[in-house]
């Protein structure tokens, strides 16, 4: 995992320090301006993977890469690729040639593992930086088409970059997402759940897990069908997801269950989130197909654990199964309510 971040941002620094030298060699106004912020920007994208590789060797980032050395190798071949593309000797100083190298240099560093290493490593940010890459070469693509006539072959590659960079992103959110609610799946769950217990035990920081099920769930698709109970996964996905914070990582965890993860929250804080997600779900105004008004409600339970500075992390099975121990005692209490938090410390 550590090679794989160290060459992200060294394919990174090569971009950046490639965008400084057209800035310096151009002599076109505006293509300085451009190159100068491009360089800038590349040098952003080193700082998240500089951020991620200090995480790793701190020990707050887990190996999220299931075949890690093909990875690497595939990694290498794009580093050796981009390297061999890229001549120190020689900087294209006419804006042609500057913007086709550019296109070139971002072809490689629009790669789906990029966008893929984003979402699962920093779920809270993922959307900002994608949001930020997408300026990024939207401003190489308009400059692109500024300077070639529409229909040529440069402003029809400018197209293929635009293009290619949305499926790619695409492909990286199939791989972290559920299809039906678009909230994160069950691997971006494991994958940050060992990295916030990880987080939790070495800064002796709060971390709560939280499992909600959909109350009968079972009856509804029964009596309304599938699709309408798709509908309630949706909504309640969604609304789930607005009751909880920026930072808080909300999953479909299977079937009609759902996970959240909230880091730096304890007990009383505990409370107040899942007294908010229950009252956001029981304002859901649903409607059947043939007009009757169909109330939904889920239960909760979770786990806060809160452990000295320095213990060893929680395994993602303790976190989960105490969280469901607490969803259990919520349906035989009655269902449509919250358990109690379990709270794990180390004298449990």
């Known amino acids: 995992m550590r090679e794989i971040l160290k060459l992200c941002a060294e394919m990174d620094q090569l971009a950046e320090r490639t965008y400084a030298k057209f800035a310096e060699a151009n002599t076109d106004a505006s293509l300085r301006d451009l190159f100068r912020q491009m360089s800038a920007e590349e040098g952003s994208h080193v700082g998240w993977w500089t951020d991620l590789l200090t995480a790793f060797d701190q020990g707050l980032l887990p190996n999220i890469m299931s075949d890690e050395s093909g990875l690497v190798e595939r990694m290498r071949s794009l580093s050796e690729e981009l390297h061999a593309m890229i ?12 913007l086709a190298l550019a296109a070139r ?5 629009i790669d789906p593992v990029f966008g893929e290493l984003i979402d699962l490593t920093e779920p809270g940010r993922a959307e900002h930086r994608r949001a930020a890459y997408s300026t990024h070469l939207e401003r190489l693509i308009s400059a692109i088409e500024e300077y070639y006539a529409p229909g040529s072959l440069a402003s029809f590659l400018a197209g293929i970059l635009a293009r290619t960079w949305h499926d790619n992103l695409t492909l990286a959110v199939y791989a972290t997402r559920d299809p039906l609610t678009g909230i994160y ?13 990880a987080w939790s035990a070495r800064y002796g920081r709060p971390l709560t897990v939280l499992l ?11 009596e309304f069908g599938h699709r309408f109970g798709d509908r309630v996964l949706r909504d309640i996905a969604h609304v789930v997801r607005s009751a909880v914070r920026s930072s808080d990582l ?10 959240v993860i909230a880091p730096e929250t304890d007990s009383d804080e505990y409370c107040l989130l899942v007294d908010r997600i ?5 304002k859901l105004e649903l409607t059947s197909d043939d007009g009757h008004a169909v109330p939904v ?12 500075a320095g213990s060893n992390p929680r395994s993602i099975d303790k976190l ?5 121990q607490g969803l259990y005692a919520a349906k035989q209490a009655g269902r449509n309510r919250a358990s109690d938090p379990i709270v794990l410390g180390r004298d449990e």
Do not use: C, M
């Open 297 to 308: 409600s889920v239960s909760i339970g979770g786990t806060v654990a809160v452990d000295p």
């Open 250 to 259: 909300v999953v479909r965890y299977g079937g009609d269950e759902f996970a």
């Open 278 to 282: 229950l009252e956001t779900v029981r």
């Open 185 to 197: 799946n069950r691997r971006a769950l494991d994958t940050h759940l060992h990295q916030w217990s």
């Open 212 to 222: 909600i099920d959909v109350d009968f769930f079972k009856g509804i698709n029964d």
């Open 320 to 324: 989960l199964s105490t969280a469901d």
């Open 105 to 109: 240099i971002e072809f490689y560093l």
């Open 87 to 98: 001549s120190d000797d020689s900087v294209p100083t006419d804006p042609e040639g500057a």
